[in-house]
């Protein structure tokens, strides 16, 4: 699922080297925090939020096929 997340955001910004994922157990569900450089958080985010909330839904898609929930947060 990280493998995901971070080949949706390298392909969607301009500086792919600055891309971090950091990946969190809750419990019941994993949480991934998206980071990338400030330049490119519009790019991630996208118009009114629609390209962030595709790449949550893939993400729950990817979760939910292995069994796991998932969450994604973008930014800080």
Known sequence: MKELIEFLARSLVDQP????????????????????????????????????????????VAAARQGARARLEIGD
């Open 17 to 60: 080297d600055a891309v971090n994922i950091e990946e969190e157990d809750d419990g019941d569900r994993i949480i991934f925090h998206l980071f990338v450089a400030d330049d490119d958080m519009g790019k991630v985010i996208g118009k009114q939020g629609r390209i962030a909330n595709a790449m949550r839904d893939l993400l729950k």
